[in-house]
């Protein structure tokens, strides 16, 4: 029955444009009179198991709803605070479930709610939900990092508190609901004090960790970040730069101490993640992981595009107005043109190519350390060539053998090395030849497969 009802109520809270629903134990139905209840769902099990676990396996999706068991008046209230389901009907044992009046019943009875809630999913924006209800101008204040808003968007901030606040509904960062406020997730996404205050997004604060070797057996430094993005984000890069290993280098006098990676590209990458995941998904954060030869960050939600597009393709977002806010605070580029900088920064520093990888649940970027060309594998190689010949393309340029082997740092005496690398990466079908009817092989120009 409970199970049910978690699926009605999540369901009826999206049809109704409502962040939740609630399931109440020891209120009286009909007169609302408190009576208190002996049920405690937090002690509960189904057989063997405990039954709040119990029913979030039999949901789908698994919505992340929370249970609260408290005393009022010395009477003991259970409750279930239930979100709406943001895109898909959520299901209960396999079946989809609605309120109709004060009665539980099948949502396949009402095929026209059904498809409303599908097609919610489409008009859905995260941006435009809530974070937190029925505040006062000092709750407001509270929560939000208005200090830090002025500062970033480099205005004069004002002495009284309703200039501020009408500065940020301005801004859809909060919105006036009579005498009180919402602060909306674009609002706290951005600019919370502190993302753990916030029920449904406390989940989102990314983890910055830091492991002793290649693998994730042994952690010596793990940090989360609780501020909202646009508050803690320089903080965040700093935090990360100052941490990485450096690599001696040898000038033409002196020698002197570079970090091993670009730091231009680890903001790159960072910013990507945090603005392109997907918040539907429930339960996990964007993570930047740091081992001894590779970095590695991941964000929730597949690519909107091909990963082999990532350096040609016009910026895509899920989350526009975040997307839009971050470029004024020069934190993005919606330009399309931030992983460009990342492979010209992992030329610059000779870097191996980084490697983007996307799934159904999770985009993820590699960066590499430092490896010679013997070191690097055949894929890396063609990845590396095929990245450089795409770059060259979109600066309106070619590749050509010469560039390669610079890209390489491979000597002129070396030629052939660099036609090998060509020759295996046209026959993988990731570039090709821009003249095909020229025999001048030493003067060939190379151009990505989609050009």
């Not at 208005?146 to 301005?170: D, V």
């Not at 730069?241 to 903001?267: C, S, W």
């Not at 081992?291 to 595009?305: K, S």
């Amino acid at each position: 029955m409970i199970g049910q009802k978690i699926s009605a109520l999540s369901n009826g809270a999206a049809l109704r444009n409502k962040t939740h629903g609630y399931l109440i134990y020891g209120v009286k139905d009909d007169t609302h009179e408190i009576v208190g209840t002996n049920f405690n769902p937090l002690t509960a099990k189904k057989g063997n198991e405990e039954l709040e676990h119990w029913i979030i396996q039999q949901l789908n999706p698994r919505i992340d709803f929370e249970v609260s068991v408290f005393q009022y008046d010395s009477k003991m209230i259970s409750v279930f605070e239930i979100p709406a389901t943001t895109s898909v009907p959520v299901r209960f044992t396999n079946n989809a479930f609605i309120r109709i009046g004060s009665i539980t019943r099948s949502l396949n009875d009402f095929p026209e709610k059904e498809k409303k809630i599908w097609n919610k999913d489409k008009a859905f924006k995260f941006e435009q939900g809530i974070a937190m209800q029925n505040l006062n101008n000092d709750k407001v204040l509270e929560l939000i990092d208005y200090y830090r808003y002025y500062e970033l968007t480099n205005q004069k901030m004002p002495f009284n508190q309703s200039a501020i606040l009408e500065r940020l509904e301005s801004e859809k960062f909060i919105i006036k609901s009579k005498t009180k406020y919402d602060i909306t997730n674009f609002g706290a996404i951005l600019f919370a004090k502190d993302l753990t205050q916030f029920d449904i997004l406390w989940r989102k604060a990314p983890r910055i960790i830091f492991y002793k070797g290649k693998g994730r057996f042994e952690t010596i430094q793990e940090r989360q970040i609780d501020k909202g993005y646009a508050v803690a984000f320089d903080e965040m890069i700093d935090y990360i730069d100052d941490k990485l290993p450096q690599n001696q280098v040898i000038g033409k006098a002196f020698r002197k101490e570079v970090k091993m990676y670009p730091k231009i590209a680890i903001r790159e990458l960072v910013a990507n993640a945090l603005i392109h995941q997907d918040f539907t998904i429930r339960g996990t954060s964007v993570m930047i992981e740091i081992f001894i030869d590779r970095i590695e960050i991941t964000n929730p939600g597949a690519p909107l595009i091909e990963t082999l597009r990532f350096i040609d393709h016009n910026s895509v977002s899920r989350n526009e107005k975040i997307a839009s806010f971050m470029r004024r605070i020069n934190i993005c580029e919606e330009r399309g043109t931030g992983i460009d900088k990342v492979i010209i920064e992992s030329e610059l520093y000779q870097l191996p190519a980084p490697k983007f990888h996307g799934d159904k649940e999770f985009t993820r970027v590699f960066l590499y350390a430092q490896k010679t060309l013997r070191q690097m594998d055949k894929q890396e190689k063609m990845r590396a060539c095929y990245q450089h010949c795409s770059l060259k393309y979109v600066l309106n340029e070619f590749m050509t053998n010469q560039t390669l082997r610079k890209r390489f740092n491979i000597a002129e005496k070396n030629y052939s090395t660099g036609s090998r690398i060509i020759k295996e990466t046209i026959e993988n079908g990731l570039i090709k030849e821009f003249d095909p009817a020229n025999k001048a092989r030493r003067y060939s120009k190379y151009i990505p497969f989609w050009a």
